[in-house]
């Protein structure tokens, strides 16, 4: 008897089982008519051993968030001044070319942030994992899994994508950018994604729904919707009329190790001429009847998010401007090679790749992002200076100094005790200097010159990012920093519609009027106060109008109000849980799947 070959069937790539939906977007777990033409995963994980976490419970992963999770476009709207036309409407005012304005006149804009839909991928110095999940089936009638054992190679590579367009043809996108995301802002408004504080937010609520009390939001709604599809048609327009392409972009390794660059490459090529990392097959837990993996062959990778390797000029191999994208691939085993196992020697065959769909594409966030680098806390304990006195008499001298510095020449400072009056190049040397030493004089340089910086570029805004920095800021009666809140007057909030810089603005408070002349100078008296309090210097904020001057006096009396609370007891205002929101749990959703919980859905 002649033993028969089975037929073998393509593979299809997909989501993992849990990660398919309907195309109305509902959830439709396991049921394979709706795996096919689903794209890899990318899990986010908050959890630094996010490996074992996930092997011991692939489902659990964070849920995207759209204000956290997506990259933000500036928008440059209209500072206003109303009836203060030589004042700065704005706490970073620019120019309608984007730089930043020197002297107050009319025109000058604010910076706005606009969710542009492109995910934002954190790095792992923020506190935040990834995981590159997909799952590999037969091309037949059922959608089975594919037989483990037939893969020999297994991995994924990172893609840039890029636009070919003349250089003549981009002053016009750029403009077409500009209104689109200027669009998009007057969108999320009325949708209420826009970003903005807690206090904003409750603000532009009521606003909108006044509007829909009064009827006015659908067609103010429906004209912002059809302005975005407007421009797009007219980007789209753009594109095609000059020939633009998406290009996507391989890295490919050079003879020196460490050094590539991004060249032009296939969409699914059978002859991997890219760099390429490795997927691992995720392995069911046999004492567990219902873990994920069960009878399923799924893999699993971490996405690269940094490392070393540069192009020839130094360039880095992944930054903060380019958007990617992952695609996974499969190589199918010879039966006429041997297989030595999953990516073992790989590839030792001729064996086709069976390629994914492309993931969403992504960007990576800065080294410097708020929101990423709020994720770590980092806790420096500086030394009682008491408990240092105490210590260093107590040991031979230079006991205590482990970090030595060896100098060549020295140089040597001459001071007069106020301040550096002169200095001189002197012989070589070696000093030590113990680690308490170095992070006093570190803190005491911060505290210096963040005034300095703040004071001698007006940049105000900076006083938001450190919490103890002024003492308690009491503004009375309609200057109290909650006035911006009380509508509709006072909608300081949207921003869009001020009226505290009007000059015909009046509030009455215990039977006096109070103009917008009036809170202006009220506002910049006491600001300076609690600025001179806190650094000694009193500054001048007289060429600032009221809405950055109500913003700022909202930011630190929210942030004193903040640290006298309980919360603050132990002198930190974070919480590294607040916002983790993890993806629901799914169960599989076809009825011919015996190991997992069921609905009765049918495939």
């Given at each position: 008897m002649v033993a028969m070959a089975l037929p073998s069937h393509d593979w299809i790539v997909?989501?993992?089982?849990?990660?398919?939906?309907?195309?109305?977007?509902?959830?439709?777990?396991?049921?394979?008519?709706y795996g096919?033409?689903?794209?890899?995963?990318?899990?986010?994980?908050?959890?630094?051993?996010?490996?074992?976490?996930?092997?011991?419970?692939?489902?659990?992963?964070?849920?995207?968030?759209?204000?956290?999770?997506?990259?933000?476009?500036?928008?440059?709207?209209?500072?206003?001044p109303g009836q203060f036309a030589s004042k700065f409407a704005s706490l970073f005012p620019m120019t309608a070319a984007g730089a930043p304005a020197s002297t107050p006149g009319a025109n000058l804009r604010k910076p706005q942030l606009v969710p542009t839909g492109?995910?934002?991928?954190?790095?792992?110095?923020?506190?935040?994992?990834?995981?590159?999940?997909?799952?590999?089936?037969?091309?037949?009638?059922?959608?089975?899994?594919?037989?483990?054992?037939?893969?020999?190679?297994?991995?994924?590579?990172?893609?840039?994508?890029?636009?070919?367009?003349?250089?003549?043809?981009?002053?016009?996108?750029?403009?077409?950018?500009?209104?689109?995301?200027?669009?998009?802002?007057?969108l999320g408004d009325l949708e209420e994604t826009l970003p903005v504080r807690p206090a904003l937010a409750r603000s532009r609520a009521k606003r909108i729904a006044r509007w829909r009390a009064n009827g006015e939001y659908d067609a103010r709604h429906t004209a912002a919707t059809q302005a975005v599809a407007a421009l797009r048609d007219a980007l789209e327009a753009w594109r095609i009329d000059n020939g633009v392409e998406l290009i996507r972009e391989g890295w490919a390794q050079t003879t020196r190790r460490g050094v590539g660059e991004w060249r032009y490459v296939?969409?699914?090529?059978?002859?991997?001429?890219?760099?390429?990392?490795?997927?691992?097959?995720?392995?069911?837990?046999?004492?567990?009847p219902t873990h994920d993996a069960t009878g399923r062959t799924l893999f699993f990778g971490v996405l690269p998010t940094g490392g070393l390797e540069t192009t020839r000029i130094g360039e880095p191999r992944y930054d903060a401007e380019s958007t990617y994208e992952i695609l996974t691939f499969f190589r199918r085993h010879d039966d006429c090679c041997p297989c030595r196992g999953l990516n073992v020697g790989a590839p030792d065959c001729g064996g086709r790749l069976a390629w994914s769909q492309p993931t969403k594409?992504?960007?990576?966030?800065?080294?410097?992002?708020?929101?990423?680098?709020a994720n770590r806390a980092v806790t420096i304990q500086m030394p009682d200076l008491a408990e240092l006195a105490a210590q260093a008499l107590s040991r031979p001298a230079g006991r205590f100094s482990p970090v030595r510095f060896v100098q060549p020449q020295t140089l040597q400072p001459q001071s007069d005790g106020k301040g550096a009056s002169g200095g001189k190049l002197g012989p070589g040397s070696i000093c030590s200097f113990s680690i308490p030493l170095i992070t006093i004089i570190a803190l005491f340089l911060l505290n210096l010159f963040l005034p300095i910086v703040v004071f001698l570029f007006g940049l105000w805004f900076l006083l938001a990012l450190k919490l103890?920095?002024?003492?308690?800021?009491?503004?009375?009666?309609?200057?109290?920093?909650?006035?911006?809140?009380?509508?509709?007057?006072?909608?300081?909030?949207?921003?869009?519609?001020?009226?505290?810089?009007a000059g015909t603005f009046g509030l009455l408070v215990e039977g006096?009027?109070?103009?917008?002349?009036?809170?202006?100078?009220?506002?910049?008296?006491?600001?300076?106060?609690?600025?001179?309090?806190a650094y000694g210097h009193r500054p001048s904020l007289d060429n600032l109008s009221n809405v950055p001057l109500v913003g700022l006096s909202n930011v630190l009396t929210d942030h004193n109000q903040r640290a006298q609370s309980e919360a603050a007891a132990n002198g930190s205002l974070l919480d590294l849980d607040e916002g983790l929101a993890y993806e629901p749990r799914r169960m599989c959703q076809w009825k011919h799947e015996p190991f997992l919980v069921t609905t009765g859905e049918f495939a």
């Open positions: 997909t989501a993992p089982w849990w990660r398919w939906r309907a195309p109305d977007g509902a959830p439709r777990a396991g049921v394979p008519r096919r033409g689903t794209a890899p995963v990318i899990q986010k994980f908050a959890e630094d051993d996010f490996v074992n976490g996930f092997l011991a419970d692939p489902q659990k992963a964070l849920r995207y968030e759209r204000e956290i999770d997506e990259v933000h476009a500036v928008n440059l709207i209209a500072a206003n492109v995910r934002k991928v954190y790095l792992p110095t923020h506190a935040r994992h990834y995981m590159v999940v997909s799952e590999l089936h037969c091309d037949r009638p059922g959608f089975p899994s594919a037989a483990p054992s037939e893969v020999c190679q297994a991995g994924f590579v990172v893609r840039r994508r890029r636009l070919s367009a003349p250089d003549a043809s981009r002053p016009e996108a750029q403009k077409l950018l500009r209104d689109l995301v200027a669009a998009q802002a007057q296939e969409e699914t090529p059978q002859l991997l001429q890219e760099a390429t990392y490795p997927l691992y097959r995720l392995a069911a837990d046999p004492t567990k594409p992504y960007r990576l966030a800065a080294q410097h992002d708020l929101i990423g680098t103890c920095i002024l003492p308690e800021i009491k503004v009375d009666g309609a200057l109290q920093a909650e006035l911006a809140l009380l509508p509709p007057k006072l909608d300081v909030a949207g921003e869009l519609s001020v009226d505290v810089d006096a009027e109070i103009s917008g002349a009036d809170i202006n100078t009220a506002l910049a008296d006491q600001l300076e106060a609690a600025i001179q309090a």
